[in-house]
């Protein structure tokens, strides 16, 4: 550990690089030894020479009264600055000495001497220790890295994990939510209403609790589904009614707090289909996409000014009737490649685009049945990642969680001088989540210890 004390500053005639002389005590202050600096004593140091400076941790010698210097920071770019012999050097505590400082932490490499708190996410990768001081202690806040292969329905299977709505609506048709998995949305043709529900667990369906509504029977008694724009400022949904059949938008003043939503315009679907059910937009906003029961398509449109329906244009459209003749839902995967269309048969239908998020160059590719929850579902939406499905079913009138992915998880090693208690090296965390790992050292980094 390094050692402090107080008021202790003195001059030196050093000139280079290497090794400091120490000459007298600076006015008004105490020399190394006078303030308690003993021989071998390790010390944090901190140089000025002009406009010059340097930190770092040096051994004091008390014959001959010299003091290493093993640099930190500097202005010569943490390098050992070219002392001109008319610079004093002073005993100071840096912010590693002080509790929990933020570390600097460079690719995959730690250097000790800048705190005691390191932040990594986890990359395949083998961490590296440097400057270590001759005792330490530290901790290392590990994120989850990694990426998942989702979006496939190859590989879809149920949860046993779902949520019922009925309490609020009984015949809910459209499902959203948000981006990082902490709130869910639902709108049902009973009520007209978008119910907003909080999860205390992001992206499990079954910690959900529900939390407001907003109605939206002013503009549309019949309505079909719903879809936000990513930073939660936009609302849109979707009529099919006896008088319109419209996008609806709504502007938020608080974002993802629908009891802030306010109706600001629409555009009309009836030119393409008489009986919209469901909605998507790419996330940039500048596509939208619609599926119609009356015609089984899938209508693509242009809008020219991003999240703006009044600005949509009709492009083209592709037909889902020799897989599904009553489609309720459209989604896509986030790079625009993959398309889902949920049918009313208990069927979710998935097709390979050739050209991202254009549908005239669809094909179709296999098919998932969710009959075994839900006989009559009429909406689904994914996890960003594709690792999560949702589907929502107005027969038991619950949202069912799916699981359409694989998840590989980027793995993190330690130096082979860290020693765990437990004989075996921490497991990296499943993406997004964070574990902490203490550590220590008391012989400059040659052992590491964890604490527990």
Same mark, same amino acid.
């Given at each position: 550990?390094?050692?402090?004390?107080?008021? &202790?500053k003195m001059s030196t005639a050093t000139t280079g690089t290497g090794t400091l002389t120490l000459g007298s005590a600076a006015t008004g202050y105490q020399s190394f030894a006078a303030a308690g600096v003993a021989d071998?004593?390790?010390?944090?140091?901190?140089?000025?020479?002009g406009a010059g400076w340097e930190i770092g941790t040096g051994t004091y010698t008390a014959t001959g009264t010299t003091l290493t210097r093993t640099p930190s920071e500097s202005s010569d770019g943490g390098t050992a600055?070219?002392?001109?012999?008319? &610079?004093?050097?002073?005993?100071?505590?840096?912010?590693?000495?002080?509790?929990?400082?933020?570390?600097?932490?460079?690719?995959?490499?730690?250097?000790?001497?800048?705190?005691?708190?390191?932040?990594?996410?986890?990359?395949?990768?083998?961490?590296?220790?440097?400057?270590?001081?001759?005792?330490?202690?530290?901790?290392?806040?590990?994120?989850?890295?990694?990426?998942?292969?989702?979006?496939?329905?190859?590989?879809?299977?149920?949860?046993?994990?779902?949520?019922?709505?009925?309490?609020?609506?009984?015949?809910?048709?459209?499902?959203?939510?948000?981006?990082?998995?902490?709130?869910?949305?639902?709108?049902?043709?009973?009520?007209?209403?978008?119910?907003?529900?909080?999860?205390?667990?992001?992206?499990?369906?079954?910690?959900?609790?529900?939390?407001?509504?907003?109605?939206?029977?002013?503009?549309?008694?019949?309505?079909?589904?719903?879809?936000?724009?990513?930073?939660?400022?936009?609302?849109?949904?979707?009529?099919?009614?006896?008088?319109?059949?419209?996008?609806?938008?709504?502007?938020?003043?608080?974002?993802?707090?629908?009891?802030?939503?306010?109706?600001?315009?629409?555009?009309?679907?009836?030119?393409?289909?008489?009986?919209?059910?469901?909605?998507?937009?790419?996330?940039?906003?500048?596509?939208?996409?619609?599926?119609?029961?009356?015609?089984?398509?899938?209508?693509?449109?242009?809008?020219?000014?991003?999240?703006?329906?009044?600005?949509?244009?009709?492009?083209?459209?592709?037909?889902?009737?020799?897989?599904?003749?009553?489609?309720?839902?459209?989604?896509?995967?986030?790079?625009?490649?993959?398309?889902?269309?949920?049918?009313?048969?208990?069927?979710?239908?998935?097709?390979?685009?050739?050209?991202?998020?254009?549908?005239?160059?669809?094909?179709?590719?296999?098919?998932?049945?969710? &009959?075994?929850?839900?006989?009559?579902?009429?909406?689904?939406?994914?996890?960003?990642?594709?690792?999560?499905?949702?589907?929502?079913?107005?027969?038991?009138?619950?949202?069912?969680?799916?699981?359409?992915?694989?998840?590989?998880?980027?793995?993190?090693?330690?130096?082979?001088?860290?020693?765990?208690?437990?004989?075996?090296?921490? &497991?990296?965390?499943?993406?997004?989540?964070?574990?902490?790992?203490?550590?220590?050292?008391?012989?400059?980094?040659?052992?590491?210890?964890?604490?527990?």
């Amino acid at each position: 550990m390094t050692k402090l004390v107080n008021r &202790a500053k003195m001059s030196t005639a050093t000139t280079g690089t290497g090794t400091l002389t120490l000459g007298s005590a600076a006015t008004g202050y105490q020399s190394f030894a006078a303030a308690g600096v003993a021989d071998g004593d390790v010390i944090r140091y901190v140089i000025e020479d002009g406009a010059g400076w340097e930190i770092g941790t040096g051994t004091y010698t008390a014959t001959g009264t010299t003091l290493t210097r093993t640099p930190s920071e500097s202005s010569d770019g943490g390098t050992a600055i070219t002392l001109t012999g008319n &610079a004093v050097v002073f005993v100071s505590a840096v912010a590693a000495d002080l509790g929990d400082a933020l570390g600097t932490v460079a690719s995959d490499t730690l250097d000790l001497s800048t705190g005691n708190f390191f932040e990594v996410t986890a990359a395949d990768q083998t961490l590296v220790f440097s400057n270590p001081p001759d005792v330490h202690k530290f901790t290392i806040k590990v994120l989850g890295g990694g990426s998942v292969a989702g979006f496939d329905l190859g590989i879809a299977s149920y949860d046993a994990v779902s949520f019922s709505v009925s309490a609020q609506e009984t015949s809910p048709s459209g499902v959203f939510f948000k981006p990082d998995g902490t709130k869910m949305f639902v709108i049902g043709t009973t009520t007209n209403t978008v119910r907003e529900y909080n999860l205390s667990t992001a992206w499990d369906v079954s910690s959900a609790s529900y939390l407001q509504p907003f109605g939206v029977s002013s503009q549309d008694t019949f309505n079909t589904d719903l879809f936000f724009k990513p930073d939660g400022s936009k609302m849109f949904t979707v009529g099919a009614g006896n008088t319109n059949k419209n996008v609806n938008e709504y502007s938020l003043g608080s974002n993802w707090d629908i009891s802030t939503s306010v109706f600001s315009q629409s555009f009309a679907l009836s030119g393409q289909d008489s009986s919209p059910q469901g909605i998507f937009f790419k996330p940039d906003g500048t596509k939208m996409f619609m599926i119609g029961v009356q015609t089984d398509r899938v209508y693509e449109y242009s809008l020219n000014s991003a999240w703006d329906v009044s600005s949509a244009v009709f492009v083209r459209f592709f037909s889902i009737v020799l897989q599904e003749a009553t489609p309720m839902g459209v989604a896509f995967s986030a790079d625009g490649d993959r398309m889902f269309v949920l049918g009313f048969n208990d069927i979710v239908y998935e097709y390979a685009l050739t050209l991202s998020w254009d549908v005239s160059t669809a094909s179709y590719l296999r098919n998932f049945s969710v &009959a075994a929850q839900e006989n009559t579902p009429r909406a689904l939406t994914f996890k960003p990642d594709g690792g999560k499905m949702y589907i929502l079913g107005s027969a038991g009138v619950q949202v069912y969680q799916y699981t359409t992915g694989v998840a590989s998880i980027a793995a993190i090693s330690y130096p082979a001088s860290v020693s765990f208690a437990s004989g075996s090296t921490p &497991a990296a965390p499943a993406i997004g989540a964070v574990n902490t790992v203490d550590l220590y050292t008391v012989d400059g980094g040659t052992n590491y210890y964890d604490r527990v």
